[in-house]
């Protein structure tokens, strides 16, 4: 089952990915997950993403293009897998289409997450993420606090705050949403493949709703 989910930044793909891949048997890969690993770990590949990342724009779309197609070419994505944060623009939607092709695989559904742009600005200023990146645990300060302030419930480790999760590059996330990726909706409606998920209110009752829509599709 290959399935993708879609949403502005701080809709939940990341939390409900998680969920799904766990529930699922079938890994999450986030585009940018793996670009924020490259940046860490100082590649050449993070070297060139790093400016627009910190800017709230996309990285290029050859750059992303060919970090994804030797992802899904991996073994572990043989019997499916949940794409979070690709594709974000039609051009990269062409692109994945073309790629599975030649993998013999396609997507099953896509899903967009729903929060009001609100909702989505407290969400991202308040979240907090586990350093250790085998663990990658998401909290929020509000909404979804650690145990002890600071600290990873799962592993121990420290918390960090992403480096756009400021304010301002807030802002351009949103627009650059609205701009490039929210016309992918009609996109996948027009071939039948979308799904509108309301991902407000508490975390357990958005993952039933998703896995009804996966499991009823
Ligand atoms: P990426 O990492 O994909 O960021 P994003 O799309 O902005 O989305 P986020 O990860 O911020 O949000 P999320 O939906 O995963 O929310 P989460 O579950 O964490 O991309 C970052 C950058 O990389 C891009 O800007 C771009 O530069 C580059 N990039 C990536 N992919 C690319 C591509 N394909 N092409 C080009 N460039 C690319 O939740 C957020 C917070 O809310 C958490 O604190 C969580 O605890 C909380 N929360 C979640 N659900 C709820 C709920 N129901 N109620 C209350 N709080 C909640
Ligand atoms: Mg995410
Ligand atoms: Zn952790």
Same mark, same amino acid.
């Given at each position: 089952?290959?399935?993708?989910?879609?949403?502005?930044?701080? !809709?939940?793909?990341? &939390?409900?990915?998680?969920? %799904?891949?766990?529930?699922?048997? #079938?890994?999450?890969?986030?585009?940018?997950?793996?670009?924020?690993?490259?940046?860490?770990?100082?590649?050449? %590949?993070?070297?060139?993403?790093?400016?627009?990342?910190?800017?709230?724009?996309?990285?290029?779309? !050859?750059?992303?293009?060919?970090?994804?197609?030797?992802?899904?070419? =991996?073994?572990?994505?043989?019997?499916?897998? #949940?794409?979070?944060?690709?594709?974000?623009?039609? !051009?990269?939607?062409?692109?994945?289409?073309?790629?599975?092709?030649?993998?013999?695989?396609?997507?099953? %559904?896509?899903?967009?997450?729903?929060?009001?742009?609100?909702?989505?600005?407290?969400?991202?200023?308040?979240?907090?993420?586990? &350093?250790?990146?085998?663990?990658?645990?998401?909290?929020? %300060?509000?909404?979804?606090?650690?145990?002890?302030?600071?600290?990873?419930?799962?592993?121990?480790?420290?918390?960090? =705050?992403?480096?756009?999760?400021?304010?301002?590059?807030?802002?351009?996330?949103?627009?650059?949403?609205?701009? =490039?990726?929210?016309?992918?909706?009609?996109?996948?409606?027009?071939?039948?493949?979308?799904?509108? #998920?309301?991902?407000?209110?508490?975390?357990?009752?958005?993952?039933? #709703?998703?896995?009804?829509?996966?499991?009823?599709?």
């Amino acid at each position: 089952m290959n399935l993708l989910l879609m949403g502005p930044p701080g !809709a939940g793909k990341g &939390t409900q990915g998680k969920r %799904l891949g766990a529930k699922y048997s #079938i890994p999450l890969v986030s585009t940018g997950d793996i670009l924020r690993a490259n940046v860490s770990d100082g590649t050449d %590949l993070g070297k060139k993403a790093k400016s627009f990342m910190n800017a709230g724009e996309l990285v290029p779309d !050859a750059l992303v293009l060919e970090m994804i197609s030797d992802r899904l070419a =991996q073994e572990d994505c043989a019997k499916g897998f #949940i794409l979070d944060g690709f594709p974000r623009n039609t !051009a990269q939607a062409e692109s994945l289409a073309g790629v599975l092709e030649g993998l013999s695989k396609s997507i099953d %559904l896509a899903l967009g997450i729903d929060v009001p742009d609100a909702e989505l600005v407290k969400r991202l200023c308040g979240r907090r993420i586990c &350093t250790n990146k085998a663990c990658g645990s998401g909290y929020h %300060l509000d909404f979804d606090p650690p145990k002890a302030e600071g600290i990873c419930d799962d592993c121990g480790s420290e918390l960090y =705050q992403r480096a756009d999760d400021c304010e301002e590059t807030i802002g351009a996330r949103l627009k650059v949403y609205g701009e =490039q990726t929210a016309p992918l909706i009609e996109y996948y409606t027009e071939r039948k493949l979308f799904k509108a #998920i309301d991902g407000t209110g508490p975390l357990d009752g958005i993952t039933a #709703i998703i896995v009804d829509a996966v499991d009823g599709r």
